[in-house]
């Protein structure tokens, strides 16, 4: 989507946000349909996280389209940080327990 | 920036070397401010280093249990929040904190597995150094950006270090203060250079806020709470800050709800054991509220006990076990039903315990109720002040929220948030208050060399003048009400009331008898409230008294006090008085002192009752067994004026010795606010049951360490 944004101007940043909201809710929502370990919440908000700098880099600095890259950019951050708390709770275990 | 710009003004003003001084200081305040903050930390992480004794006190055995499990565990490079269970050749994972907030169990043993200590005092005392430190640091830049008074940003870390003994050895339940000490002025400072791009400041802060929930629950909500109401004034359009407010509500979910469980999950694959699911995220709600029921002296057999919350969730579902979910729904369901069956006793606990928290403010700081009314009620500034305290308030309310729930009691398990919110608050209007006089004085300044009268003229507006102001406007006020009294008698009441400058003095009126109701109010909440607590007090340590005619056993002992103090007996009590075969007591006022005391007496091991014939008139009663030579309690039991006293019950006390004991039968004054208390008493009786315990009283069991001499 991100390369092919013509298609859509907003496109990218709202898949980028759906794609940052999925990693977040996904590991630690108990209701959540999806399941992801650690791991993989991590590099799916990391993918987000690029997605957005670049959605950022692209978008203009008052437009709509900016907001959404801040807000997928945002929320990608909160799932890193989800995600560390889980690696840094079993660290000690090592990374079998991941 | 206006303070500022008149400070570097005074220097151009006024060459001397205090005008030089003072526009040299407006020019590197930032600098200034931050390295006066280093100096407070610094000195204040010597202090609480020195002064921290026993930080784990504030956690119950149970508590730190689990946290010693779980160190043993991270140790052996197992999961966190697990404990290892070993019995012979087999072991076995179990949960642990399955009734209390997560996140403390994770990162404690964390820090004992790098640090390499299982001290659980230093543990925590170092945790608590290292979150409190860094706020006193910052508290002088902060307090200035928020209040742009130098004197409160001076201030503010010197009484948030002296503030800080009520919490500093609480274990980890400092957490809701600091929260609050940390969240809001932050809030305050977005909310006053507010811009679009700071909505991402509110996130970062509400995933802060996050972190601090999870060690206690609820520890940021109210800086939520605050940070979606910016949000909602602040952001232009609806579709803005709805998307505002969910970010915000998601990151601070982010590591309370969400990580934590997801920590959880992952242990459980680890161990092979779902230890989840069947539990709450966090610790019971239910059970807390239950316990909180039980507040005020009741007919429906609602106490204050944890043995209570469990024998009603056992009568409600018999196969609900604490903690797990189902024992939360079985207690929600005796919560909601009562509140159903009996509305105004619960909505009445509620008021009277919201009453002892607005007290509890007035007791801790007594400058910030006065203050903080009339701050927000007059005075130029007073619409932004109003501002705002709206936006912190709720930090309030989730604070009051958690006492008037659950149980009043003055302690930082409990007070936590409430303590922080209002020792924030008190900061917050010192800055409120001598902004107008720092601004008054720089100006002051500005205008040394001309002549008085042009100085005066000149001076921006600032207490003295605004105090003159109100007085004016009181004076015209009450003036202006006498007229229209007058005039309602001599012409037509409608003139009078229409008139828009008698509506403007009666809104000056109406404005200082509203802030005197409310200093009054909290100050009459804090005397009132005291007295109620007390009574809880009593209410929740009462045993119950027992029937004369079921107590059984061998006589070893009887003492009759009808005719005075026995001979052998020690008294310390005010007065003792012989009155119609009746000894009458008048104790000491203090807390727990001792009364009357009976002669030690070796008793063999067994099953022992005390029963004293009397009663409480005023006040309380201790009845206590002691091991003399040790001066151990043996066991006790409190009885307060409020027991249904008669002819046939007693006021007892049951034991079991292991070994022969010397004991003394030892009853003293039971006041919580440490008055003197009034007794009438006929007989002590001290009986051995062969049986072993036949009353239904609880009974300790007794192992002296040392061995009695004849």
Same mark, same amino acid.
């Given at each position: 989507v991100t390369v092919r944004r013509r298609a859509s101007e907003v496109a990218a940043s709202v898949a980028a946000l759906a794609v940052a909201l999925v990693a977040l809710l996904a590991l630690?929502?108990?209701?959540?349909?999806?399941?992801?370990?650690?791991?993989?919440?991590?590099?799916?908000?990391?993918?987000?996280?690029?997605?957005?700098?670049?959605?950022?880099?692209?978008?203009?600095?008052?437009?709509?389209?900016?907001?959404?890259?801040?807000?997928?950019l945002c929320l990608a951050l909160v799932a890193l940080v989800e995600a560390a708390i889980v690696f840094v709770s079993f660290a000690p275990c090592g990374s079998t327990c991941i | 920036v206006q303070h500022r710009v008149s400070s570097y003004l005074v220097g151009e003003t006024d060459t001397g070397v205090l005008g030089r001084a003072i526009a040299l200081a407006a020019r590197h305040l930032t600098v200034l401010l931050l390295a006066y903050g280093l100096v407070v930390a610094a000195i204040g992480a010597v202090q609480l280093d020195r002064t921290i004794n026993g930080a784990a006190d504030g956690l119950n055995s149970e508590r730190q249990g689990g946290m010693f499990a779980s160190m043993d565990v991270v140790d052996a490079h197992g999961p966190p929040l697990t404990g290892l269970d070993s019995a012979g050749n087999s072991s076995s994972f179990y949960p642990v904190a399955l009734d209390d907030d997560r996140g403390t169990f994770i990162y404690i043993p964390l820090l004992a597995h790098y640090a390499g200590t299982h001290d659980l005092n230093v543990l925590l005392k170092w945790f608590f150094i290292c979150f409190f430190v860094p706020l006193l640091l910052v508290y002088p830049l902060l307090i200035y !950006?928020?209040?742009?008074?130098?004197?409160?940003? !001076?201030?503010?870390?010197?009484?948030?270090l002296s503030n800080s003994s009520f919490f500093r050895t609480s274990g980890i339940f400092w957490i809701p203060a600091w929260a609050n000490l940390l969240l809001l002025p932050l809030l305050l400072l977005i909310a006053k250079r507010w811009r679009p791009n700071?909505?991402?400041?509110?996130?970062?802060?509400?995933?802060? *806020?996050?972190?601090?929930?999870?060690? &206690?629950a609820n520890a940021a909500l109210g800086f939520v709470g605050g940070a979606i109401l910016l949000v909602l004034l602040r952001?232009?359009?609806?579709?803005? &800050?709805?998307?505002?407010?969910?970010?915000?509500?998601?990151?601070?979910?982010?590591?309370?709800?969400?990580?934590?469980?997801?920590?959880?999950?992952?242990?459980?694959?680890?161990? *092979?054991?779902?230890?989840?699911?069947?539990?709450? =995220?966090?610790?019971p709600f239910w059970h807390n509220g239950y316990i909180g029921l039980g507040y005020l002296? =009741?007919?429906?057999?609602?106490?204050?006990?944890?043995?209570?919350?469990?024998?009603?969730?056992?009568?409600?579902?018999?196969?609900? &076990?604490?903690?797990?979910?189902?024992?939360?729904?079985?207690?929600?369901?005796?919560?909601?039903?009562?509140?159903?069956?009996h509305p105004?006793?619960?909505?009445?606990?509620?008021?009277?315990?919201?009453g002892v928290m607005l007290g509890l403010v007035a007791h801790w700081y007594p400058f910030a109720v006065l203050l903080v009314p009339l701050l927000l009620l007059f005075g130029a500034e007073r619409r932004q002040r109003r501002f705002q305290f709206s936006l912190v308030v709720f930090a309030g309310l989730v604070g009051a929220a958690t006492g008037v729930f659950t149980l009043p009691t003055e302690i930082p398990e409990i007070q936590s948030g409430w303590y922080g919110f209002g020792l924030f608050l008190w900061i917050l209007s010192i800055g409120w208050a001598a902004r107008p006089a720092e601004h008054w004085a720089v100006a002051y300044l500005r205008r040394r060399g001309a002549n008085r009268q042009e100085r005066l003229r000149q001076l921006p507006p600032s207490w003295a003048p605004a105090l003159t102001r109100v007085w004016w406007q009181v004076r015209r006020g009450v003036v202006g009400t006498r007229a229209g009294l007058r005039l309602v008698s001599t012409r037509a009441a409608t003139r009078a009331v229409e008139s828009a400058r008698g509506l403007r003095k009666l809104r000056t009126l109406s404005r200082l008898a509203l802030a005197a109701a409310v200093v009054a109010g909290v100050f009459l909440a804090n005397s009132s409230g005291r007295v109620t607590d007390a009574s809880a007090a009593y209410w929740a340590n009462e045993a119950n008294l027992v029937d004369a005619a079921s107590i059984q056993g061998t006589l070893v002992s009887r003492w009759q006090l009808d005719q005075g103090v026995p001979q052998g007996w020690h008294e310390f009590a005010r007065?003792?008085?012989?009155?119609?075969?009746?000894?009458?007591?008048?104790?000491?006022?203090?807390?727990? *002192?001792l009364q009357l005391s009976s002669p030690p007496r070796v008793l063999e091991p067994g099953h022992y009752v005390v029963a004293v014939d009397g009663s409480v008139g005023a006040g309380g009663l201790q009845v206590a067994a002691a091991d003399a030579p040790l001066d151990a309690t043996v066991?006790?039991?409190?009885?307060?004026?409020?027991?249904?006293?008669?002819?046939?019950?007693?006021?007892?006390?049951?034991?079991?010795?292991?070994?022969?004991?010397?004991?003394?039968?030892?009853?003293? =004054?039971?006041?919580?606010?440490?008055h003197s208390s009034t007794w009438t008493l006929r007989s002590v009786v001290l009986r051995r049951e062969p049986g072993g315990c036949q009353l239904n009283l609880p009974s300790a069991y007794y192992t002296p360490t040392t061995a009695v001499a004849e």
């Open positions: 630690g929502w108990s209701g959540s349909p999806v399941r992801l370990h650690a791991p993989g919440a991590a590099l799916w908000a990391g993918i987000a996280a690029v997605v957005a700098v670049v959605e950022l880099q692209r978008a203009r600095g008052d437009s709509g389209r900016s907001f959404l890259a801040s807000a997928a | !950006g928020v209040t742009d008074s130098v004197v409160a940003a !001076g201030a503010a870390p010197w009484i948030l700071l909505l991402w400041a509110l996130v970062a802060l509400a995933v802060l *806020g996050s972190f601090a929930s999870s060690m &206690r952001l232009p359009r609806w579709s803005l &800050r709805l998307a505002g407010v969910a970010l915000i509500a998601l990151a601070y979910l982010s590591i309370s709800s969400f990580a934590i469980h997801a920590v959880q999950v992952q242990r459980d694959a680890v161990v *092979g054991h779902d230890f989840t699911s069947p539990y709450p =995220n966090g610790h002296r =009741n007919p429906y057999g609602f106490r204050p006990t944890d043995a209570g919350a469990l024998a009603a969730a056992h009568r409600q579902d018999p196969g609900a &076990r604490f903690p797990t979910k189902r024992y939360e729904r079985a207690l929600r369901t005796v919560y909601l039903d009562t509140l159903e069956k105004w006793f619960v909505v009445h606990g509620w008021i009277v315990k919201a007065a003792v008085e012989r009155r119609e075969g009746e000894l009458l007591v008048r104790t000491r006022p203090s807390k727990y *002192g066991a006790y039991a409190f009885y307060s004026a409020h027991a249904p006293f008669a002819d046939s019950r007693r006021m007892a006390l049951s034991f079991d010795l292991a070994k022969p004991t010397r004991v003394s039968i030892l009853l003293s =004054n039971f006041s919580v606010l440490a």
